[in-house]
């Protein structure tokens, strides 16, 4: 199994420009997850979908931010416009349900650089 | 709400010492319990889990016990790598449609 893909896994951009990081997760999980990691704010979720459906967009930190899941094997978290504060590693994790047992499968994660 | 508090860090130990983080926490319901790892620039990966109480979880020597009268779900290493050095995170999940709730992490360092 490939496990989680992420890509591109390095991004560096101008404040201002819209940035997308995109998401294969497991073949078979019908969770997703978008995290975003900083020094100051540790692992943060942002949103999470079940069966390609938004479940808890509740951490996504303002309306910049916005995320799909057209199918079971691609999402997408884009900003629009980047800000030097959106600077962080992001990731994407899968699991086969939200069932409280089902482990987390994590990606390489995305490192974005917004100057 | 569910939270999750582990131990303030960094934590540095010679190689072979003993290992001990605490955790803690607070949930609804009868959550399960998870042991992250993330390695220097890599992604996070399950070291080990626990799903009801008294549970002990166990992976490549680390260990944690489930431990609901104290809630808590301390990890343990009887003898420590050079090769465990990196940050450690503390979960929980508990109810449907749940989320992961993770502790700060800790970082640690182990010198040989």
């Known amino acids: 199994d490939a496990g989680v893909i992420q890509s591109p896994r390095h991004e560096v951009t101008e404040m201002g420009q819209e940035v997308t990081l995109r998401c294969k997760p497991i073949?078979?999980?019908?969770?997703l997850f978008w995290y975003r990691q900083t020094m100051m704010r540790g692992l943060e979720l942002l949103i999470y979908?079940?069966?390609?459906?938004?479940?808890?967009d509740s951490g996504m930190p303002e309306d910049r931010f916005s995320a799909k899941m057209p199918n079971a094997s691609f999402s997408t978290l884009k900003i629009q416009p980047s800000e030097p504060r959106d600077s962080a590693v992001y990731f994407c994790?899968?699991?086969?349900?939200?069932?409280?047992?089902?482990?987390?499968?994590f990606g390489p994660g995305t490192r974005l650089t917004v100057l | 709400g569910n939270s999750v508090t582990q131990m303030e860090g960094p934590v540095t130990l010679s190689e072979e010492a003993f290992l001990t983080i605490n955790c803690t926490y607070t949930a609804t319901g009868y959550p399960s319990l998870f042991w992250y790892v993330q390695y220097p620039g890599e992604g996070l990966q399950l070291l080990l889990k626990?799903?009801?109480?008294?549970d002990k979880g166990s992976n490549k020597g680390f260990e944690a016990t489930y431990r609901k009268e104290t809630t808590s779900f301390h990890l343990e290493k009887g003898s420590v790598q050079v090769s465990d050095s990196a940050v450690y995170f503390c979960?929980?999940?508990?109810?449907?449609?749940?989320?992961?709730?993770f502790g700060k992490g800790i970082t640690l360092s182990v010198r040989p």
């Open positions: 994790a899968s699991s086969l349900s939200l069932a409280p047992g089902d482990e987390q499968f």
């Open positions: 979908f079940n069966n390609n459906v938004p479940i808890d």
């Open positions: 979960a929980l999940r508990s109810g449907a449609n749940s989320k992961l709730t």
């Open positions: 073949s078979g999980h019908n969770s």
């Open positions: 626990a799903t009801k109480a008294d």
